[in-house]
């Protein structure tokens, strides 16, 4: 994942949420993520960082998806699956690595990407469309390399029909909630 703790956003709540889950039946989940400050303490086992570039403006780090380290421990952890969050930076290194290793590789499609296509559109001398284009066709090309897809919702899974005729290889896998925090809400506060 190009982004987890401690930085807080629907892609972090997701793998987070889907990790403890995972974790709770039995199975042995490692995080391979951006990262993080040098003041940050990890929380959790089995959380490795790539190394990245500081960008203040967003208070993020951006993966630099090469790391010797993670090149010398991924044989050794013996792995069943690998699964992306994104289909740049980390998600071209999950591509990598589950070819290395021939793993299957699990995408989950988070985010409705083409929507976001003005704010790219900023920083490229093009129109709003050539830069969908771009997207969609780069979007189009990972998803047909991953063995199967993962969708929060069903409008999401409706967007790769639309995107490149997808119909295939998907799941939906609403993320869940965690209720505890509501639980013991202080309704005064």
């Known amino acids: ?5 401690p930085n807080v956003n629907g892609v972090v709540r997701s793998v987070s949420t889907f990790r403890e889950a995972l974790i709770r039946m039995g199975h042995l989940v490692f995080v391979f993520a951006q990262e ?29 998806p090469s790391s010797s380290f993670v090149n010398k421990l991924l044989p050794s952890l013996k792995l069943d699956v690998i699964h992306s969050n994104h289909p740049v930076l980390l998600g071209d290194a999950a591509i990598k690595k589950a070819k290395e290793l021939d793993l299957p590789l699990v995408f989950t499609f988070h ?25 969609v066709d780069g979007l189009v090309k990972y998803l047909n390399r991953c063995q199967h897809i993962v969708t929060p919702s069903d409008s999401i899974k409706q967007t790769l029909e639309d995107y490149g005729g ?3 290889r998907i799941t939906t896998i609403p993320t869940g909630i965690d209720l505890d925090p509501f639980r013991q809400a202080d309704g005064q506060a």
């Open 166 to 168: 997808i119909t295939e």
């Open 36 to 64: 993080a400050p040098q003041d940050y303490e990890e929380p959790e086992q089995f959380i490795f960082r790539y190394p990245g570039v500081n960008i203040p403006m967003f208070n993020y780090s951006l993966s630099l």
């Open 111 to 135: 985010t409705r990407y083409v929507e976001y296509a003005d704010g790219y559109a900023a920083y490229v001398p093009h129109s709003k469309a050539f830069v969908e284009g771009i997207v």
């Open 1 to 5: 994942t190009n982004t987890y703790k």
